[in-house]
């Protein structure tokens, strides 16, 4: 399970989480190095919606929320390998001259293109607006979450 730890030289809490070192990825010998136009299939592009997790949110081109059904420009989904987890109570101990906490949070992915496009500067204006509209969006639902700390 994730956790925070304090850091008592720095006095800053750090995110410990030996779970995403079980990522798939970081068991495969990387030979070649394949150009992002000639990957095939990858779970983030329109049609691979069922390879990630049931979303968070779906915002249509227009910038309005729209169901699963629904043509899409940004998803939200939550992180497979997460740093944190929403699961768990918050709460803290005591370990030797160590302050732990329970490795709570919100891990998400944020879509940005139903396209197969590598970097946020291949958007145009009006997508890096919805984009970044989705970002306050899912800032202001986590800060209006209750277990969150503000």
Same mark, same amino acid.
């Given at each position: 399970?994730?956790?925070?730890?304090?850091?008592?030289?720095?006095?800053?809490?750090?995110?410990?989480?030996?779970?995403?070192?079980?990522?798939?990825?970081?068991?495969?010998?990387?030979?070649?190095?394949?150009?992002?136009?000639?990957?095939?299939?990858?779970?983030?592009?329109?049609?691979?919606?069922?390879?990630?997790?049931?979303?968070?949110?779906?915002?249509?081109?227009?910038?309005?929320?729209?169901?699963?059904?629904?043509?899409?420009?940004?998803?939200?989904?939550?992180?497979?390998?997460?740093?944190?987890?929403?699961?768990?109570?918050?709460?803290?101990?005591? @370990?030797?001259? @160590?302050?732990?906490?329970?490795?709570?949070?919100?891990?998400?992915?944020?879509?940005?293109?139903?396209?197969?496009?590598?970097?946020?500067?291949?958007?145009?204006?009006?997508?890096?607006?919805?984009?970044?509209?989705? @970002?306050?969006?899912?800032?202001?639902?986590?800060?209006?979450?209750?277990?969150?700390?503000?």
């Amino acid at each position: 399970m994730p956790e925070y730890r304090k850091d008592i030289i720095l006095d800053e809490w750090v995110i410990i989480a030996t779970e995403r070192a079980k990522r798939p990825e970081n068991f495969k010998e990387e030979k070649v190095r394949v150009p992002a136009s000639k990957i095939e299939v990858c779970p983030f592009d329109e049609g691979n919606e069922s390879m990630t997790p049931p979303e968070i949110l779906r915002v249509d081109s227009g910038g309005n929320i729209v169901d699963k059904n629904s043509d899409w420009q940004i998803r939200v989904v939550p992180n497979k390998f997460p740093a944190l987890i929403p699961y768990t109570s918050p709460t803290s101990s005591k @370990y030797g001259v @160590y302050m732990v906490m329970d490795g709570f949070g919100l891990h998400e992915v944020v879509i940005h293109s139903p396209e197969h496009i590598t970097n946020i500067s291949q958007l145009n204006e009006f997508e890096l607006k919805l984009l970044i509209d989705v @970002y306050v969006r899912r800032i202001k639902d986590i800060k209006n979450d209750k277990r969150i700390e503000r």
